[in-house]
Every structure is written in structure tokens, then in C-alpha cells.
């Protein structure tokens, strides 16, 4: 039984990864029309609002079966506060804070009409520094990104999420340098 | 595309955005899910919880007996050396 939560483990792990990849990238997309191909703004746009439910369930999977597998000696503590475990404190702690930080993305965006627009927006750029610790765990600790075909695939995301943020990032300086 | 020409937009609507989401990550947890249970040991893995110094340790309390298992037999050879 230990076994089939350890591989329940390393697959909704992989599943949060593309789950979260699907919602940075519609996050970014209307803005630098990368998905322009594929639908409109509106559309893009409304399946980053749903979101949550493909990264939330996928990501409560993952925990649920670390912390249900005996050899991977996860406790309740780790999922909230970083670098506690017997072993691999950085690559398992940069879990934890991705965890955390997509908890808070996903609370003050539930709560967005009880917070001010700008507070909401930098709790929302949070989800940059969650996407980039949660790369970072997948590399420090995946065991699936041993596989080549794996890790290949998992790296392509992460730079083309990496490509769309620098043109975002770029676009919007190049507006505010034309407001100043 | 000319300037002032609209850049035309993808025909997919929401709902199919949703879908094709949904499928993608269930695609994935299955695949991974094969995977894992086909690549149950991966010794290359980045972690190794300290299930290994355990292991050695139970190991070191028991012990292996080793047995041949070539029988011997009391019947004659159907070979021979031939001596010059």
C-alpha cells in the first residue's frame, strides 16, 4: 500500500506541475497573445480564473499521498513551514513555500473584493516566486525529472513560462516609461 | 499582417479550454502514474530518503546462507581426456 501512495505521489506532483504551468501561462497569455493561436482573450482569461480547480486538487493529491507514505516521512508541520524534514531540507522546503504561496494566491484572489486592487496584485505576482519554487523542488527533488523525456518537457515549460514573464515584464515597462 | 489589421484570435471557446485542461493534467497524472510503478526504484533520483541505512542495518542482523548448487553424482563421466 506504501508503494501506491509513494506513485500517487510522484504523479499528482508531476499533474500540479502542468496544472500550475496551465495557470501562469493563461495569467500571461492575455498580454503577449501567446495563446492568440489557440482562443480569445476572454476565453484564455476564463480558464485562468477556473484555474484553481485543476492546480488545487492536483496539489492536495500530492501532500496528501507525501504525507500517507511512511518512506518519504512528511509530516503535517512541513506543509506549512519550510526546511523542517529529516532530509533534503532545500528541496522539500522550496515545496512547502511554493505550497504556501499558491495558497495565498489563491485565498486573496477568492477574496479580491475585500482587498484593494493594487494589494491583490502583488499578492497576485506571488505566483511568479510560487512557479519558480516549484520548479526548483521539481529539479532538487523529482524523482520522475530522472527520466530524460520527463525532464525535457518539464524545463521547455519553464522557459517558454520564463519567456512570456520577461515580455510581460518588458511590455509593461515600456508602458509605464510612456505614461512618465 | 499590415498595420491597423487586426491579429484574429483562436476559434476555441472557454468551455473546450476547460476540457482540454482537465484532460491534460488527468493525462499526466496517468502517465506518471504508469511510470512510477513501472520505474518503482529510480537510483539516480535527486532525494534518497535514509531508507537505504535502515535496510543495511536490519541487513546486518541476519544472515544469508549460501548453497551449491552444482550436485555431485556418483555416476561414471561420458567424457574423457585423451593423453598423448
Known amino acids: 500500500m506504501d508503494l501506491f501512495f509513494w506513485e500517487v505521489a510522484r504523479a499528482s506532483g508531476l499533474a500540479a506541475y502542468v496544472a500550475l504551468c496551465i495557470a501562469v501561462l493563461t495569467g500571461l497569455a492575455p498580454r503577449t497573445q501567446a495563446l492568440g493561436f489557440l482562443a480569445t482573450n476572454r476565453a484564455v482569461r476564463a480558464l485562468h480564473d477556473w484555474s484553481p480547480w485543476i492546480v488545487l486538487p492536483a496539489a492536495i493529491t500530492h501532500v496528501v499521498a507525501l504525507l500517507l507514505d511512511t518512506t518519504a516521512r512528511i509530516s503535517l508541520v512541513d506543509l506549512v513551514v519550510p526546511f523542517q524534514t529529516s532530509y533534503g531540507q532545500l528541496a522539500i522546503g522550496l515545496g512547502t513555500i511554493s505550497l504556501d504561496l499558491v495558497v495565498i494566491v489563491i485565498v486573496t484572489t477568492w477574496l479580491r473584493r475585500a482587498l484593494s486592487n493594487s494589494w491583490w496584485q502583488w499578492m497576485h505576482r506571488l505566483s511568479y516566486v510560487g512557479f519558480v519554487t516549484m520548479f526548483l523542488h521539481a529539479i532538487l527533488s523529482g524523482t520522475d525529472l530522472a527520466s530524460p523525456v520527463i525532464a525535457g518537457l518539464s524545463w521547455a515549460a519553464a522557459i517558454a513560462i520564463g519567456y512570456y514573464s520577461l515580455e510581460r515584464a518588458g511590455r509593461s515597462l515600456a508602458v509605464a516609461k510612456a505614461r512618465a | ?84
Open chain 2, 1 to 84: 499582417m499590415g498595420p491597423g489589421r487586426k491579429k484574429r484570435s483562436g476559434p476555441v471557446p472557454a468551455w473546450a479550454l476547460k476540457v482540454a485542461s482537465v484532460v491534460m493534467t488527468f493525462s499526466v497524472f496517468g502517465s506518471g502514474l504508469g511510470y512510477a510503478s513501472t520505474h518503482l526504484s529510480t537510483t539516480n533520483a535527486p532525494l534518497q530518503p535514509a531508507v537505504v541505512a535502515s535496510t543495511s542495518s536490519a541487513g546486518s542482523t541476519s544472515t544469508t546462507t549460501l548453497t551449491s548448487a552444482v550436485r555431485t553424482t556418483t555416476r561414471t563421466a561420458v567424457t574423457k581426456t585423451a593423453s598423448s
